[in-house]
């Protein structure tokens, strides 16, 4: 045969999961979206049809729901690590798994003061508006023996309205651009940091905890940094993630250039001094950059951060 | 001529302004997505391709630009009622101009406590995130004489986990849907509600808290809402709305029902009581409807509520 | 009570239904996104919740699907016109429906020569590509006496790459275009057009044919305008239909200028004759009118085409 | 320091240029969207801000545009070599440039006969519609002395309406999907295949006309293949290219399995003969896998085909 098989997945994508759990009145939400990819001994599906080692995608969609009332939903990362282990551990075909999860975050609608002049409603504890911010992603990978979790999230969208420089670059025969001294910073964060969590042997991190801290690092990084370069701000943000979190070893980061362009107004007699702005969509300067501690090989793909 | 021309207007859509207005180290942000549509003398461009009437598109992007700094942008519908009253008495031809308008929220990003430590920052007061939930629509619509103002939301996410029910419908050849007790309720909201200021002799509503009180009573509705249907529940909304804010007398609703089915566990041996939900996407239901301050004559269109 | 309601209608949107039809072993498909839209006597549900009256939104998507099995999808028109007639014939208070149906259209994937070398193939006529340019439109409205049918397209991008000026426009204190006398003319066509057939009485046209024809006279008019703005682009694209037409009365557009803007290649020595273009996102220029047979009264909302 | 730079890349994304070039009269269209990353020597920027390596995304913006003009764009491949090739060669600091190129489908609007009577038209040869089909693809890399270049098309919808089946599965307890014997299969089709040209000491392949040939060769071979499942067919489409083109060595696909439902009708009194189906949106399976020609390495990263 002159073609061969080559790396090789499959499973169900984007079962829409929510959980809803009651404590007393008060409910609590999950709201995911989970994808299933599987790999093993898969030659003979591909090459004649067989599905003698297939679990249909189909059971893979079923399991994400049974799950999510047999173990709950305690995080993104713990039900994906749930998932995962099952499908390594009970199907015999099956040597590797790998759950991708988004997931949405939700607020608590604040009631009205004496509502209860209202119909039907005592005390409101089971009513949400979508927070509608970043999705927070995540993605666990099994292998039998050897875990891999990188998490992140992606569509948070920043802006530093000052405090951010850009001169003293390169000039060939195609450049026109002009040196700015206060210029918008802008950009749509799409960020995935690796645990260095590993094995069943080792204490696991505190998934929801470890998110926000991450996120909050990230953000104050962002906001705290002046700015020569998107660059220099990436790496600040990266580097803060890593010397704040010891369970994280390595982040990467694809941060687009918003570009929010000074507009021109002398043709009309105005100044504009650093006041308004036109928000462009494309083209935009994307910057991609891995941020390690030291000594840590990297593993995070490169179009990772793109997904 | 056997054919003639009817209804029409031309102009600048998605002008995307961004404005910094700089309190000393404070900064603010308005950002905006301005459309503009002018309508009047323009039977000559139609038919024989004349430009002689046409003020070019071009030009009501610039003026966008140039009235964000000439006059600031205090809220969306005063910057859409400087914009419209601009065209329609500065140009002979144009009879009448609509300015349709997008803002996205933003908010400050907190710092970090002794934040001194790190590069180049003080206390950050220019940093922000988008917020990223609904986005605050209005349209403003002026023929030299009246003003139509209609503002709102769209893409506002909310559920209720618990209180809502389904049953004592009609049953038809075709009917198969089983009757629920405890169901959950979510769904987009997209609202457009009509102001009552219509000329420049009357006091001019506070748009801001406007815009903000609306949003808050009708989230209250919702949460507070026991609903037998979602029909209530949108009734519930829209008069609530009414009868706590005296600008508005009309506001229209597009309610998707964001289908939350309760997934069968049965086969696998589990009782799913009420916590494990599959968030459907196609088909769902469809509620639309309008409510009035008793003795108004509506006027919001029935489709927009769905642009 | 102080609120009342107005306009409202309900339903099940964006049931895609894909029906396919065999003559021997040669397939046929049609391939639908259906929504219902039904009003009548709705007071009380919106009014107290009491669903006496409601038809479920689930059993209108089992009458879409039952009904693709007990008459075919002959064309989207004809499958709309029997779905409203069965609604506002079979149920009392449903005293109006409104259809709105999408369709995407698929071509044959051609086979290779001598393919009986290949698996399991005779000669296919079961295999589609999606052709996945315009997306076909109509909106099927009943009210148990008159029928209104409104059909078109969406997404029908279009350029004539010579052809085009725009020059001998108002200038105000804001105008800084400078006049074109051979730019790029394009746009993404959204059209709709109104038949003219609106009782049982009279004979039906013939949808398939209308809906194929409409759109070669309208892509003509566009390619055989020399034209001096798109307005009257515009104009000659729905005066051609409506001259070539009888069946169809009025036309309405709405027409983005996609701005294809000459890039500036002086700064590098070379001179752009016409030959490199940026291809702008946003702002757009936003033309829109309706053309009309001369004595017929226009009934397409304004926004129908922004849908 | 604690933290290090890993794999970083920048430039500007999504240059969006369009090309004509007049053959006399008749016009010929390139329509392409460019992305631009660079990475070399790069540490300074991301540690201090130095810009000294850095030449600005600007300045990459403005070399796309300028190059349409100086070696115009014979294929998306030829194009993006030529960049590739520049940025690398010219610039010091540069080790490695990456090229990728999106390329939308034009084709000739037919014009009417006689259409002498239309208004300043002859022969219209400048004329085009938008195909709105697949989106052809392609990632030109090169490091001073190697190339790679990976081509491919996404979003080519298919659907086969027979000669699928699947069944013979593995089960377990949370499986419950019934064997199917006659349904339908369709997909996106998203493909990237590399080609073995990788030294300017090759011959170069016709890039045009490979692009045409994988294309077909792959249809035809979903068209032409009775499936067991969609891994079989995935690997058909495969292997049929490896074997037809020798310039192209691998090719790795991304297939979600389109899932149409067969209507349940029975509940109507209704049979469906495989006839009325529901297409559904998510979850939806994802088979994805390389298909290579014996002996060779496999380079295409796993989520390539998913950006």
Redesign the interface.
């Known amino acids: ?22 404590d007393g009145d008060t ?1 609590h ?1 999950k ?1 995911l979206n989970v ?1 299933v ?1 599987l790999s093993g001994d ?1 030659d003979d ?15 893979t ?3 994400v ?2 799950f ?3 173990h709950g939903i305690e995080s993104a990362e713990q039900f994906g690590i749930h998932l995962a282990r099952h499908f390594v551990s ?2 015999e ?1 099956i040597h590797r798994a790998r759950i991708r999860i988004e997931e949405y975050a ?1 607020e608590r ?4 003061e004496g ?1 209860s002049k ?4 005592d005390e ?1 504890k ?9 999705t927070r992603v995540s993605q666990i990978t099994y292998d039998g023996e050897n875990w891999e979790v990188i998490s992140g999230l992606k ?9 951010s420089e ?12 002009k040196e700015a001294y206060d210029r ?1 910073l802008a950009t749509d964060v799409s960020a995935r940091w690796r645990y260095n969590w590993t094995s069943d042997e080792q204490r696991m991190p505190n998934w929801e905890k470890s998110y926000e801290q991450a996120r ?1 690092h990230m ?11 998107l ?2 701000t ?3 943000m ?2 803060r993630i ?2 704040s979190r010891s369970e994280i070893d ?1 982040i ?1 980061f694809s941060l ?2 918003n570009h ?1 362009f000074l ?1 021109d ?1 002398e ?2 007699g ?1 100044k ?1 001094d ?21 000594g840590v090989e ?1 593993k995070i ?4 951060t ?2």
């Open positions: 045969m002159p073609t061969i098989l080559g790396q090789n997945q499959y499973g169900k994508a984007e079962n829409r999961v929510v959980k809803i759990t009651r409910h939400i709201d994808s990819a898969m599906v591909h090459y004649s049809g067989s599905n003698a080692n297939v679990l249909p995608t189909d059971t969609k079923n399991t729901f049974a999510a009332k047999e009970s199907q075909p939700w609608i604040a009631t009205s509502n209202f119909i039907g409603a409101v089971h009513s949400f508006a979508r927070k509608g911010q970043e569509d948070l969208t920043v802006m530093n309205s000052t405090n850009f001169w003293g670059y390169v000039k060939d025969k195609y450049t026109t651009l918008i909050k953000l104050q990084a962002f906001a705290e940094t002046y700015s020569l370069s660059q220099q990436l790496y600040q990266g580097s890593i010397n390595e990467r687009p250039n929010h507009v107004l043709p009309f105005l504009n650093n006041e308004v702005y036109f928000a462009a969509d494309r083209p935009y300067g994307l910057i991609e950059a891995t941020v390690l501690r030291d990297p793909p490169v179009d990772m793109n997904l």
